[in-house]
T-cell receptor, first 117, second 110 residues
Framework: GAVVSQHPSRVICKSGTSVKIECRSLDFQATTMFWYRQFPKQSLMLMATSNEGSKATYEQGVEKDKFLINHASLTLSTLTVTSAHPEDSSFYIC?????????????FGQGTRLTVV | DAKTTQPPSMDCAEGRAANLPCNHSTISGNEYVYWYRQIHSQGPQYIIHGLKNNETNEMASLIITEDRKSSTLILPHATLRDTAVYYCIVSFPNDYKLSFGAGTTVTVRA
């Protein structure tokens, strides 16, 4: 299947700083990417949908000014957690889906474990 | 507003078939059934999907009932590495969103 690469796999940052997470589709063009967050022992929660060349669509309750999403190319989306706080510590996962190619399955990155201290 | 219902957990013996049920009684005509799994601390992995016909690939088989209100994912010969949380999701093929429920925690035992 297609490959989605996420970087970094884990990051520790100080409270108040910003952290950028990258999501790349390595062997296909991803017109749409998705960002999820997963707390321990819980399921994945969709945070936002990132469309190449346009603004991201955020799910209800997700602060768009805190979680900045940029999808400037068909192979790269970034999520920046601004002014991170300990409650932002979580497992962040991206996925990519090329809906123009007739494919329907989504492919996921390996996830980024964010710890804010 | 979960669209699917799965048992919270199940155990199976290594080398035996694992049959994972999923109820999706409100599925609409054009919605597909997707299965993903998540091994601990990793991103979800696509397994298989189908609309109405049974499907098989190198990982698993998907059996969808004639009325499409339920399905079963079959892992033909479970191994220890199949221990994971398995998610059954219904979605339109051009729908941007995949909504994850609680899934089934499958533990394969030697």
């Amino acid at each position: 299947g297609a490959v989605v690469s996420q970087h970094p796999s884990r990051v520790i940052c100080k409270s108040g700083t910003s952290v950028k997470i990258e999501c790349r589709s390595l062997d296909f063009q991803a017109t749409t990417m998705f960002w999820y967050r997963q707390f321990p022992k819980q399921s994945l929660m969709l945070m936002a949908t990132s469309n190449e060349g346009s603004k991201a669509t955020y799910e209800q309750g997700v602060e768009k000014d805190k979680f900045l999403i940029n999808h400037a190319s068909l192979t790269l989306s970034t999520l920046t957690v601004t002014s991170a706080h300990p409650e932002d510590s979580s497992f962040y996962i991206c996925s990519a889906r090329d809906l123009t190619g007739g494919n329907t399955e989504a492919f996921f990155g390996q996830g980024t474990r964010l710890t804010v201290v | 507003d979960a669209k699917t219902t799965q048992p919270p957990s199940m155990d199976c013996a290594e080398g035996r078939a694992a049959n994972l049920p999923c109820n999706h009684s409100t599925i609409s005509g054009n919605e597909y059934v997707y299965w993903y799994r998540q091994i601990h601390s990793q991103g979800p992995q696509y397994i298989i999907h189908g609309l109405k016909n049974n499907e098989t690939n190198e990982m698993a088989s998907l059996i969808i009932t004639e009325d499409r209100k339920s399905s079963t994912l079959i892992l033909p010969h479970a191994t220890l590495r199949d221990t994971a949380v398995y998610y059954c999701i219904v979605s339109f093929p051009n729908d941007y969103k995949l909504s994850f429920g609680a899934g089934t925690t499958v533990t394969v035992r030697a």
